[in-house]
Nanobody
Framework: QVQLVESGGGLVQSGGSLRLSCAAS????????MGWYRQAPGKQRELVAI???????GYLDSVKGRFTISRDNTKNTVYLQMNSLKPEDTAVYYC??????????????WGKGTLVTVSS
């Protein structure tokens, strides 16, 4: 089976920084796009940042210039560097990846989430 495990969440003051990590493990043949989503209380889950299997990236407008997504393909890991954090960034952040296991097609996998709380 495939697992995605996030780490790096926590409590930070407004203007601070955090770095989230998400490592994929298990029987993995290939990983396509990887991304970070977030869900704030009472709101729908939204895509924050996405990175292709290469270097193409995309961001939610409200985080452009503050967040940077990157990946280390040798470690099957995706990162989200979050700078200049604002209280409205408070949410549970989820990792997502399109993963191909041996003998199967690409499927989306999700981590369990890590809580980011930004205090004003």
């Amino acid at each position: 089976q495939v697992q995605l495990v996030e780490s790096g969440g926590g409590l930070v003051q407004s203007g601070g920084s955090l770095r989230l990590s998400c490592a994929a493990s298990g029987s993995i043949f290939s990983i396509n796009a990887m991304g970070w989503y977030r869900q704030a209380p009472g709101k729908q889950r939204e895509l924050v940042a996405i990175i292709s299997s290469g270097t193409s990236t995309g961001y939610l407008d409200s985080v452009k210039g503050r967040f940077t997504i990157s990946r280390d393909n040798t470690k099957n890991t995706v990162y989200l560097q979050m700078n200049s954090l604002k209280p409205e960034d408070t949410a549970v952040y989820y990792c997502n990846a399109d993963i191909k296991q041996y003998g199967s097609n690409y499927k989306p996998y999700w981590g369990k989430g890590t809580l980011v709380t930004v205090s004003s």
